[in-house]
């Protein structure tokens, strides 16, 4: 049992060195296409298994102990090169996902933004467009009503509107003025709901002032939107792929659209899948990325 001991003790370098550079072999194994890890590993398993087995007494016994003592340092040298080139991978590794984060959440963001355009675009026209510069002059246009209300009824709604108690921002002077009376304390009293009068109206802001105004970022915590930019992807500053087309649904044609990243960010020579939301085939908009 003692000289088994000591045998296994002659043996305890060589077999941590395999049992390490296996290690490393099955982590390297582990990756795939969009998660693989840096081929340095795998030199460096391969290397940790040959000096371990070069290691290994009866191996290291065929040699000189001049040669022994080469092959081993050089065998450690070189796999703690590898180590290092392995760590430094991992950095580059870590940089590159951060940078891909950054980049995926601003192109989400830009799809976001892109998507409710184009279904403010489709409740208002009852189709989408495929073409950045319509889409463009829709946002800034004043298409989106606001109904305005002021004053409490005396009244139904029908009654007051066929007695004149309902009125439309622009009558505000005239109506005070048949009552003798300031704008201002025309106003005070609508406010109150003293005088049986209401203000209806209806008015029209653009889809910019409505979601993409400075203030209604700020208030969201989104980031600004530039018009100039949002059309864009942020890692190679393409347009946007937009297609629209029908498809029938339940019987019936529907508007379809699909907006996708043309140049999705990753490795070279990697699969990608690019953001995007909608589809050509089927009647909805949503995004293929995490909420």
Do not use: C
């Amino acid at each position: 049992m003692e000289n088994l001991g000591r045998t296994l003790g002659k043996y305890v370098i060589s077999i941590l060195l395999v049992i390490g550079g296996v290690l490393f072999l099955v982590k390297y194994l582990s990756g795939d296409d969009i998660e693989s890890q840096p081929v340095d590993m795998l030199w460096a398993s391969l290397t940790l298994i040959v000096v371990g087995v070069l290691a290994a007494p009866f191996i290291l016994s065929k040699f000189s102990l001049q040669m022994s003592r080469v092959i081993l340092a050089v065998g450690l040298l070189v796999t703690i090169y590898l180590a290092y080139r392995v760590v430094f991978s991992v950095e580059e590794e870590i940089e590159f996902r951060a940078k891909k984060e950054r980049i995926d959440k601003t192109v989400v963001q830009r799809l976001k933004d892109l998507r409710e355009a184009q279904i403010a675009y489709y409740e208002n026209k009852g189709k989408y467009t495929a073409d950045f510069e319509e889409l463009k002059a829709f946002i800034n246009s004043a298409t989106i009503p606001q109904v305005y209300k002021m004053g409490r009824l005396d009244t139904t709604l029908e009654a007051a509107i066929e007695l004149g108690f309902v009125i439309n921002k622009a009558e505000v002077d005239s109506v005070a003025s048949m009552l003798g009376m300031s704008s201002d304390e025309f106003k005070k009293q609508l406010e109150t709901g003293e005088n049986g009068y209401q203000i209806l109206d209806t008015t029209y802001i653009s889809f910019y002032e409505k979601e993409f105004a400075p203030e209604v970022r700020r208030e969201k915590k989104l980031p600004l939107v530039s018009l100039d930019s949002l059309m864009f992807t942020p890692s190679s500053g393409l347009p946007f792929k937009m297609e629209t087309s029908t498809a029938d649904i339940g019987g019936v044609q529907q508007p379809t659209i699909l907006v996708e990243d043309p140049t999705p960010f990753g490795r070279p020579n990697v699969k990608k899948t690019a953001l995007r939301f909608g589809s050509l085939t089927e009647g909805h908009t949503d995004g293929n990325w995490k909420e």
